[in-house]
């Protein structure tokens, strides 16, 4: 095999791969064909993806220039890796261009050099160039803080993409006033920078809100009174914050997800079963937050002791607590004990984010 260009990449959980792009020796096929090796950066190969070109299947002109180059191929892998973890890959994939596949009707011929391209979807070029310069902004917090101000080419190797995507997206972070760059001597984070990956890429160990998911109904606010705030407030000394007794800023939902990505951790009461409160639990789980769940134990589980909640969250544990320890009357101490477990569990769970901490 020849070995034709490499290029820097890295996936949607920001790991960093070399991709070298080779041409096979494709016996027994009426074509050209193309191996792409997805390496780490200690060399070992993770993934490898076959391109087929059938033979007459695109039109005349070249699919490598003159240097053995391919923004084609390049265009073609980046557009199928967009979204994924490599390590989530089959390991024998295959891009063919057929003379009926969608690849073949998206690629074109460039009158000027006479080299093919691929004409990748704006939509998804736009969503790859949020990405970077997603990275670039939490690799340039790192870098700043472990080693302060940055050489610009050397930044842009430490975030290990394509050249110019990097130098498009930190025009965008200069426009947009979250770097400054001398030309002669630094790359640098400015303080609205550093406050914007503060507040959207990394959950701060002092952030003081616990939010509570849960149904607006009398028994909520019971146990909000008897249980949830004394734990979370009076014994924990975090603020407890529930949609229903707090003012949206512009409208419930915005509020709502602000609130969710913002506080340490998230109470998810599934008690009535309400769709909102799955709305804002799978928001909480895209926004990889700490969860603790909770429940009603006769709608939580049978009789005999079978779980019979969503079986989304089956995997998840879940802390019960029963209304006839809400009434005026009710002498027991079981109440006791859900909230002697529910604040274990609270602890713990803070104790893992701290310990996690990316800052």
Known sequence: MEKLFEFPYRDRSYNRYNIEVYKDDAFGFDGTQYSANINN????????IVIKIVAMSLPEGKILNSNG?????????????HGKKVKDLQKNEVLTFSRNCDYTSSVYLSEKNGILKYRRDISIV????KFIRELMLRELYKAQVEEGNQDLQKFKRRCHFI???????FNVLKDRDFVEHNPNSYIRLKSSGYQFVEDNFFLSPYRNTVFLIAACNDDIYRL???????????????????????????TIHEDMWESIEQSKLILCDFTDKRPNCFIEYGYALRSRQNIILTIEESEGRNEE???KIPFDTLTQKFTFWQKKWLQPDYQGDEINTFAAELKERIEK???MLERKSNI
């Open 41 to 48: 950066i200690s060399g070992g190969n993770i993934r490898t």
């Open 224 to 250: 909000i009174d008897k249980v949830y705030r004394p734990i979370v407030e009076d014994q924990l000394g975090y603020e407890l914050k529930f949609q229903e007794k707090s003012e949206p800023k512009e």
């Open 305 to 307: 002791g079978s779980l």
């Open 349 to 351: 769970k803070i104790a």
């Open 163 to 169: 050249d110019q995507t990097l130098t498009n997206a």
């Open 69 to 81: 180059y391919s923004p084609m191929l390049r265009d073609t892998l980046l557009d199928f890796l």
């Open 126 to 129: 736009a969503s790859e160039n």
